[in-house]
């Protein structure tokens, strides 16, 4: 089956997989050894060991059995996968089910969050979690990179001064974020207004399911998803460097998503706007 595969490369990452709305969404970033939901099985996802889940729906997380089983054929290690806390019971009786069918208990760390949590990715990176907007229990992940940087007061020091000074106890540095990547999962558009870390995030790859009138505002609304005229009201609050839009429905080809692109958005965000999924 064709899922729409596709690869990006922007803000200095590597997007790679599909996401199609009510399909599969599966997005993987090598830079960061990061998969972004399982939907389906797709070549490539078992370099990552480490999964952060947006929400429970099958065309997100379906393929995480199948997943699993063939990690534990490569003898690969027990993946860490981190879901919306809501659903770790349930995903746990699913997977006692699949231990009692196959004789066999696949290995995996299940890790159950609420917004906020932080997940460290590696040194100075890491992940965090924020309450996003859909019909179930979901999370959108915002990933960051933490550095220590001298506080400014403090600039103008040569070297002995602050060693004098971090010997005498105090804290010379404060921690600088940068928000890289943001990966919204189903959300509705009320995750963009709320969050300040998602409208600043270096790549803000953002669902839009619906592109025209055939499900207008209110109906995708009562889906927990965005239309893209939602989005268009509020493009000049982005902060970033690319917006990714993903997550069409079937109702939508690609070369429909890059027309609108091209004749609705402005001259100068256009550059910016990426359509994903082929
Ligand atoms: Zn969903």
Request: proline share 5%; aromatic share 6%.
């Amino acid at each position: 089956m064709d899922f729409g595969e596709d690869t990006l490369e922007v803000g200095g990452l590597t997007l790679t997989g599909a996401t199609r709305g009510g399909i599969a969404t599966s997005l993987r970033v090598p830079e960061f050894g990061l998969l972004f939901d399982v939907g389906v099985p797709m070549a490539g996802q078992l370099r990552h060991s480490r999964i952060l889940v947006s929400h429970g729906h099958q065309d997100h997380l379906g393929g995480l059995p199948y997943l699993l089983s063939q990690r534990h054929l490569a003898r690969q290690k027990p993946a860490d996968v981190h879901v919306p806390v809501e659903i770790v019971d349930p995903l746990g009786r699913i997977f006692d089910a699949w231990a009692e069918i196959e004789d066999f208990r696949m290995e995996m760390r299940l890790h159950g969050h609420q917004p906020g949590d932080v997940v460290p990715v590696r040194k100075g990176l890491e992940a965090v979690a924020l309450r996003s907007d859909h019909r179930v229990p979901s999370l959108a992940w915002v990933v960051r990179r933490v550095t220590r940087r001298l506080k400014p007061e403090y600039a103008g020091l040569e070297g002995p001064q602050i060693h004098a000074m971090r010997k005498d106890g105090v804290e010379v540095t404060e921690a600088h974020v940068e928000p890289l990547l943001c990966v919204t999962g189903d959300t509705r558009i009320e995750l963009f207004d709320r969050e300040p870390l998602v409208r600043q995030s270096k790549v803000l790859v953002h669902e839009v399911t619906s592109w025209d009138d055939r499900r207008d505002v209110e109906h995708t609304r009562q889906w927990g998803h965005t239309h893209v005229d939602e989005l268009l009201e509020r493009l000049d609050r982005f902060e970033g460097e690319a917006l990714v839009l993903v997550h069409r429905s079937a109702r939508h080809s690609r070369a429909q998503a890059e027309q609108v692109v091209a004749e609705r958005f402005p001259a100068s965000m256009r550059d910016k706007v990426h359509v994903f999924g082929h």
